[in-house]
Structure formats: structure tokens, C-alpha cells
């Protein structure tokens, strides 16, 4: 049975993820360097020790540069892009439908605690989870299930009875080491990386409410359908 609900936040909740990638492109381009999603699909989703895209680009061009004039580039951009974003179609009506269940409802995220708790402030969101735990609270961010056992535990479920919802295969991955049934909800950037295992995939949280995902998880063999997407 299903008594909780996890999400990720960076790209799942809010888009970041497009904005940075394509802050991060530009500031590529403006330097004579390409960024490709395939190099830039691994870091997506875990810690900031995963790729430097300023040492990548700096190889690239085979010079040095300004990497404090670059570093302002990319910050403008992603704020540029970022001004008039919301949160991603659904969300909110899965935080409320949560809620009507009375289903357990937790963040876990590779993102800083201020990162994340900064967004949900803004959004105004903040209130609707009763867990968040990021890369302060744990040693291994994801794809390590270290995040998703810290949130399991605070809400007092077992890894079978919560669901998490995911935009990348490095947060799939850590939700499927942790034991927990994955609803991949991919963004623009995300879309184009190749998943592992997961239960359903949806082109976004408007597609089918959460109480259908939940009985569409609650009804079928895991086991045989993993990897499915809902059609």
C-alpha cells in the first residue's frame, strides 16, 4: 500500500534544470566551446562534484579565461530565463491531492537546503511538505539512496510504500536503490536522456492525477511493468 509521497525538486517541481543547461550552453558558445547534452545529461540530478563545466570548457578552447566574468554570464542567463517561471503543470494539484489521500508527502533533493527551500518559499510551497532533506543532511548525494532513506525515515514509511517522483535517471536511480516504486516525470533537457528503471513515465503531471498513478502502481506486477510509460 502507498502511504507517502516523495518528489524531487530541481527540474521535477521547479525547471531549473533547462535554464541552467541553457545558461550553461550559452556561456560556451560565447567562449568558442560546445556544450552537448550528453556530456552535461550525467551531472544532472546529483551533486556539483560530478562535471566543472568552467575546467571542461577551458580544455575545450585549450586557453584560459575569465571564469568570474563567465560565472556572472551564466548567473545572468539562468536569471533571465528563470524570471518568469512557475512551478511545473500539476505540481500543485498533486501536493493537494496528497493531501486528500492523507498520504506521507517528502522532498528529497541533491540541491542545497537554501536552494531549495529559497524556491519553495517563493512558490509558496514551502508549508505543503513535511519533509525536506537535501545535501546538507546526508554524505552521498544522488544517485546514492542516501537522500530517499533519510526522507523515508522521517516520514515513517518503508521504502515499498512510497512513490517518488523523478525528472532524471540520476534521481531514478537513487529512488530505485532505495526500494521505491519511480514515476519519471521528465522536463525539456531531461527528456532527451535515457532512463533505467522506473514504473510509468508521464510528459507531465497534468497527464493522469495522482490517485490513478497510485492505483495503476497498487494494481500491477512492478516487477514485469518497470520501464513502461502510461499511455
Not at 556561456?27 to 566551446?33: E, I
Not at 498520504?103 to 513535511?130: H, M, N, P, Q
Not at 539512496?145 to 532524471?168: I, N, R, T, W
Request: proline fraction near 3%.
Amino acid at each position: 500500500m502507498i502511504r507517502a509521497v516523495v518528489f524531487d525538486f530541481d527540474g521535477l517541481i521547479v525547471d531549473t534544470e533547462t535554464a541552467d543547461f541553457e545558461s550553461v550552453q550559452a556561456m560556451y558558445r560565447h567562449h568558442g566551446g560546445e556544450l552537448t547534452i550528453d556530456v552535461w545529461g550525467h551531472c544532472i540530478g546529483t551533486g556539483p562534484d560530478a562535471f566543472n563545466p568552467y575546467d571542461d570548457l577551458e580544455r575545450q578552447i585549450g586557453r584560459t579565461y575569465d571564469r568570474e566574468a563567465a560565472r556572472a554570464m551564466r548567473k545572468q542567463a539562468y536569471d533571465a530565463r528563470m524570471a518568469e517561471a512557475d512551478v511545473r503543470p500539476g505540481v500543485r494539484s498533486y501536493l493537494k491531492e496528497a493531501r486528500r489521500l492523507g498520504l506521507r508527502i517528502g522532498l528529497a533533493s541533491s540541491s542545497t537546503r537554501e536552494w531549495v527551500t529559497g524556491y519553495l518559499k517563493a512558490y509558496g510551497l514551502l508549508d505543503d511538505f513535511e519533509c525536506i532533506r537535501t545535501r546538507d543532511d546526508v554524505t552521498r548525494v544522488k544517485p546514492d539512496p542516501e537522500l530517499y532513506l533519510k526522507a523515508l525515515a522521517a516520514l515513517g514509511v518503508q521504502p515499498h510504500e512510497a512513490v517518488a517522483f523523478e525528472d532524471s535517471p540520476n534521481g531514478a536511480l537513487a529512488a530505485y536503490r532505495a526500494g521505491m516504486r519511480c514515476v519519471v516525470v521528465p522536463n525539456a533537457v531531461t527528456g532527451l536522456l535515457t532512463f533505467g528503471t522506473h514504473d510509468f513515465r508521464l510528459a507531465s503531471m497534468e497527464e493522469i492525477g495522482l490517485a490513478a498513478v497510485i492505483k495503476r502502481l497498487q494494481q500491477t506486477d512492478i516487477l514485469k511493468n518497470r520501464g513502461r510509460d502510461i499511455q
